[in-house]
């Protein structure tokens, strides 16, 4: 059974850093693609980032290239979300999830189904 759980949110100032960590609880962690994703009020949810379990391949949309970075730590089947320079607009519930497939599939948007979810940590970037 996969359990993810997420940490490190809270409140940030524009411009600012923060770095959300996902603890993950795999039988099979090595199988397992971790990406990251969030939710703003009234929207859908979308995919920030997601890291590959083979050979540490990323996926970033265009939008979020340069300011957020992903890493992976297999000792410690814990995944890393580097959020730098942040805006009021990635004010937002962040969540890490985990799935068999590859992050590529990202690109044709986000199934939920597809993957499993932690319970999420909230971001929230104001002054």
């Known amino acids: 059974q996969v359990q993810l759980v997420e940490s490190g949110g809270g409140l940030v100032q524009p411009g600012g850093s923060l770095r959300l960590s996902c603890a993950a609880s795999l039988f099979t962690w090595d199988y397992y693609v971790i990406g990251w994703f969030r939710q703003a009020p009234g929207k859908e949810r979308e995919a920030v980032s997601c890291?590959?379990?083979?050979?540490?391949?990323?996926y970033y949309p265009e939008s979020l290239k340069g300011r957020f970075t992903i890493a992976r730590d297999n000792d410690k089947n814990t995944v890393y979300l580097h959020m730098n320079i942040v805006k009021p607009e990635d004010t937002a519930v962040y969540y890490c999830?985990?799935?068999?497939?590859?992050?590529?599939?990202?690109?044709?948007?986000?199934?939920?189904?597809?993957?499993?979810w932690g319970q999420g940590t909230q971001v929230t970037v104001s002054s």
């Open positions: 999830a985990a799935s068999l497939l590859p992050c590529a599939r990202l690109r044709r948007g986000v199934d939920a189904e597809l993957w499993s």
């Open positions: 890291i590959s379990n083979s050979d540490d391949s990323t």
